[in-house]
């Protein structure tokens, strides 16, 4: 690997219209929030966007039965749009509905719209919806709307994870008689949800306004307003900050924090994320339908190189998936390592004659996903490994045509399969398109439906041990290079921390989660 592989990341941005700014300016006002966002979104749909650009807005427009308390240190629920739950059956869930819940047109809520926006996720009403089940709704057969008050929602078997599924954001509730009137497409460009922001304004990709919702049945929105603006710059987000043109930004990498830390009137907050950057590889594809290629492709990087080089030492070198310091760790599982000469040998045992391998990316959604790129494209060359880089543009090419894709493998909930159901299920796209194929490894399923649907905590742990094994060392279906390290920045008048027991990228803006120093 080449030094110069890293010669692109921004030094210190040379921003000199930054350090020559007159000072930061004021909030524009006590009660808005203006937020310079990477990446933003094409539509609002609760239950069909499922990107981390997206859970920077769902969480504060719509509402689940279940919520999760975000400032709870372990996994809490609390009651949302549900005032009571409890289990009938080991598949079914009876839930008493909080009443004269008003949704953003002034309609009430009624069992009727929770049932219509969960069922068209459990069923796939929509091929919109399939990410969303394939990550968390697969075992749900239905909801019923028993009675005004009570809705019942039956999985397909037993579930132990049912509670904490319908807690998750894409199980929020809409209108059923605003989306049948409107359209699915243009319901998701004019949402309504029952959470404490309302949507004023979307401009998909660009800005998205909310207002407080008056008639929020929970105490109300902190934040009169909050303006998200796209900025996918680094640099045009860290002057708008310093200028004043925004209060709050996302992303910033650790090699960027010093241009930020000693300046007056601003913070920073920063975390390792419980995330995984991935390159999903096409089991599918030749060479990549080698399980020694897939191996020797994960053998030749130096994870701690990309750590030191891209990201100050703060991000975490992973040893499986799973991530250190979870409730949900298994300790001593050490599977992934640097090992050249290995990587090396296992190319020769497999034939590899050096045919291209392309290493597809997105240039701007993963924070230095471009630079990451180019340097596994050297270590990769370093072992003998012919390596094509291809730039996509975004999540909506045909996976099919890919040989690999970078992706994100977020911890979604505090569990064994917090970030794993969400992304290595048969209901998953990379199973649907087969870029994953876990029948290669028989012992795979069983392993998983232990996991899954057993309600013995010891049972569960030790088949997920031998699962980390077969995914890393014989299926090989993925490269996990990092957990990355960002930081938010803001006016050191907001006061806000990082939301616990969510996934990655939630921007709550809730009572109890932020406030505005006047």
């Not at 995330?275 to 020694?292: A, I, Q, R, T």
Request: glycine content about 6%.
């Amino acid at each position: 690997m080449t030094r110069s592989t890293f010669s692109s990341r921004p030094p210190a941005i040379g921003l000199i219209a930054l350090f020559t700014c007159v000072g930061l300016a004021s909030l524009a006002a006590s009660q808005e929030l203006r937020v310079g966002v990477q990446s933003h979104v094409r539509a609002l749909d609760v239950q069909a966007e499922t990107s981390n650009a997206g859970a920077q807005f769902l969480h504060n427009i719509y509402d689940t039965l279940l919520e999760i308390d975000t400032t709870a240190q372990q996994l809490k629920f609390k009651p949302g749009l549900a005032v009571s739950w409890q289990r009938v059956a080991g598949d079914t869930l009876e839930i008493k509905l909080r009443p004269n819940v008003k949704f953003h047109d002034g309609s009430v809520m009624t069992a009727d719209d929770v049932a219509f926006s969960l069922n068209r996720v459990f069923k796939i009403a929509l091929p919109a919806f399939r990410s969303s089940n394939g990550r968390f709704f697969y075992n749900f057969d239905r909801a019923e709307a028993v009675d005004a008050s009570t809705v019942r929602v039956v999985a397909k078997k037993p579930d132990p994870l049912m509670e904490i599924l319908l807690a998750a954001r894409n199980a929020g509730v809409t209108s059923k008689a605003h989306v049948e009137h409107v359209g699915f497409d243009q319901s998701g460009l004019a949402p309504i949800g029952t959470g404490p922001y309302r949507v004023a304004s979307f401009k998909p990709n660009q800005e998205v306004i909310l207002e407080r919702f008056d008639d929020f049945w929970g105490e109300k929105a902190p934040l009169q307003r909050i303006r998200y603006v796209r900025i996918p710059e680094m640099a045009p987000r860290i002057t708008a900050l310093v200028n004043g043109d925004v209060d709050f930004i996302v992303q910033i990498p650790p090699d960027q924090e010093h241009l930020l830390r000693n300046r007056p009137n601003i913070k920073l907050v920063g975390t390792a994320w419980p995330m995984f950057h991935v390159y999903v590889l096409n089991m599918s594809v030749p060479p990549l339908d080698n399980p020694k290629i897939r191996r020797a492709l994960n053998l030749a990087i130096d994870r701690d190189a990309l750590v030191k080089a891209l990201w100050d030492g703060k991000a975490v070198v992973p040893k499986s998936h799973q991530f250190p310091g979870t409730a949900s760790e298994i300790p001593g599982v050490n599977l992934i390592r640097f090992d050249p000469a290995e990587a090396q040998k296992l190319l020769r045992e497999a034939g590899y004659s050096g045919a291209p391998i392309t290493l597809n990316f997105q240039q701007h959604y993963y924070t230095y996903g471009n630079l990451a790129a180019q340097a596994v494209a050297d270590m990769w060359k370093d072992v003998g490994i012919n390596v094509k880089l291809q730039v996509i543009e975004g999540f909506g090419q045909d996976p099919k045509t890919l040989m690999t894709r970078d992706w994100s493998n977020p911890l979604y909930y505090p569990d064994l399969l917090g970030a794993f159901d969400t992304h290595w299920t048969k209901s998953s796209w990379v199973s649907r398109d087969k870029f994953f194929l876990p029948e290669l490894a028989p012992e795979w399923e069983k392993l998983y439906s232990v996991i899954r649907f057993s309600l013995d905590p010891n049972e569960r742990r030790a088949a997920h041990k031998r699962l980390l094994e077969v995914g890393e060392t014989e299926l090989v279906p993925w490269v996990l290079l990092y957990q990355p390290y960002e930081s938010f920045a803001m006016n050191d008048r907001v006061t806000w921390s990082i939301p616990h027991n969510v996934r990655p990228y939630v921007l709550s803006f809730r009572a109890g989660e932020i406030s505005v120093r006047k």
